[in-house]
């Protein structure tokens, strides 16, 4: 056999490889193929690929094993369990930035699924590479990192602290101030997961300066961005009055109201939710937002939106209304009981039933003043209802009952309020 010969048996190996993978990597972005891949035993023909000469062949494999591993968690196991992720970790460190997408993307679908598989991830070493990997030149390479590191975070705080340790914060606040919008999207989305499970958690993330570069991007253009970056902010203020306050002294009032009407409805709930979690720490917070226009700005919210999107906005009505008479006067005038009574006759589902009626109760129950400005707009009758029907979930029935117990302990003309109630079941 000559030389040629020879050179061609490789060449056409190395074609047959590559081939084999890129196929692989196909059939794997369709689910009628994954069974009938994972009982071919692909994931130990795929593992030595990633140790492949060829870069191509090494990036393909990775690639096909982030999809088949993205499917479902008895895939993400077959690769903690084939010794997969070692060798994946050390690859990050090594190989080029094509490479280090495909080997994130990897461990991201392999952490995504449950906490056990997240801490099979932290547990190979990964956590080091991928904040290594948040400082890499390139920003895909940048954005891959970030998007595994909030996979990560997002099942626990132990997981989410493991990132902290990791020095992965103060990157991912660098990310989000990059030019690409891609990445200030997956930045913006890991920080909101590492905050979201305790204020010390979340003070780390202030402590690294987030707030100012997600406050600047309150008006940004991209609906995606936005609805990360109200995420985030609305994960930092829910934890304490303090975190609220530095969320509010980074001026985003009223800047924000102007986004309750933002063409995405997911924008729109993220910053209603925002609002909600400012309003329920204190009165002092709750009147800012009055003061802002926000009471008006949350009851068209209410009026404009449907379902589960409406709940933040219903809630914040009814957080405001709690801390003082003023405040739920301000509530009152901005006709918020009119809209609660709207959405309490609109909408099917019980969880927004009894916010509704919790909100209800909170507006009428400091003076005879307020009970009768609930009374008047006939929602009685329909708490009552709701209380005695069988067919209500437990919280509705119990916050029904409490809304009405709240409103009747304030109203003095028992009379009229038999008459409200007379057509009541």
Not at 148 to 164: D, K, P, T
Not at 210 to 226: E, G, S, V
Not at 272 to 301: C, F, M, S, W
Request: aromatic share 4%; hydrophobic share 45%; charged share 20%.
């Amino acid at each position: 056999m000559s030389q040629r010969q020879v050179l061609q048996v490789f060449e056409q190996y190395q074609k047959s490889r590559t081939q084999f993978v890129q196929t692989i990597a196909e059939l794997s972005t369709r689910p009628q193929n994954i069974e009938t891949l994972q009982n071919a035993g692909v994931m130990s023909l795929l593992r030595p690929l990633l140790l492949d000469v060829v870069p191509t062949v090494q990036q393909t494999a990775a690639l096909a094993l982030g999809r088949l591993a993205n499917y479902n968690d008895d895939l993400a196991e077959a690769v903690v369990k084939g010794d997969i992720l070692p060798q994946l970790v050390y690859s990050l460190a090594e190989q080029n930035r094509f490479y280090k997408k495909a080997a994130a993307f990897v461990l991201r679908a392999v952490a995504k699924h449950s906490p056990q598989l997240a801490q099979s991830v932290v547990d190979c070493g990964a956590l080091d590479a991928l904040v290594i990997c948040l400082e890499e030149f390139d920003p895909g390479v940048k954005e891959s990192a970030a998007w595994a590191l909030g996979y990560i975070a997002r099942h626990n705080a132990e997981l989410s602290q493991a990132v902290v340790d990791a020095g992965a914060v103060p990157l991912l606040v660098l990310c989000i101030q990059e030019p690409e919008l891609s990445l200030k999207r997956i930045s913006a989305s890991a920080l909101s997961d590492v905050c979201k499970h305790s204020p010390e958690l979340a003070q780390t993330v202030v402590d690294a300066g987030a707030i100012a570069h997600l406050a600047q991007m309150i008006l940004n253009p991209d609906a995606k961005l936005k609805r990360q970056v109200f995420s985030a902010l609305s994960q930092i203020s829910k934890h304490s009055v303090d975190l609220s306050e530095m969320v509010v002294e980074a001026e985003i009032f009223p800047a924000v109201l102007t986004c309750l009407r933002d063409p995405d409805e997911y924008v729109r709930k993220n910053v209603a939710t925002l609002i909600r979690e400012i309003a329920k720490h204190t009165p002092e917070l709750a009147q800012l937002i009055v003061n802002a226009g926000g009471v008006a700005a949350i009851v068209d919210y209410v009026g404009e939106s449907k379902g589960n999107v409406r709940l933040p906005g219903v809630m914040t009505l009814g957080y405001i209304a709690a801390h003082s008479d003023n405040l739920a006067m301000a509530v009152i005038v901005s006709k918020g009981v009119n809209q609660l009574a709207i959405t309490l006759a609109e909408e099917s589902e019980d969880h927004i039933k009894a916010a509704v009626g919790w909100s209800l109760g909170q507006i009428g129950r400091h003076t005879p003043e307020h009970a009768k400005a609930v009374a008047v707009a006939n929602v009685l009758p329909r708490l009552l209802q709701l209380y005695l029907a069988a067919s209500s979930s437990e919280d509705l029935q119990i916050k029904s009952k409490k809304a009405l117990k709240n409103i009747l302990q304030k109203c003095v003309h028992l009379q009229a309020l038999e008459a409200l109630l007379h057509d009541a079941p």
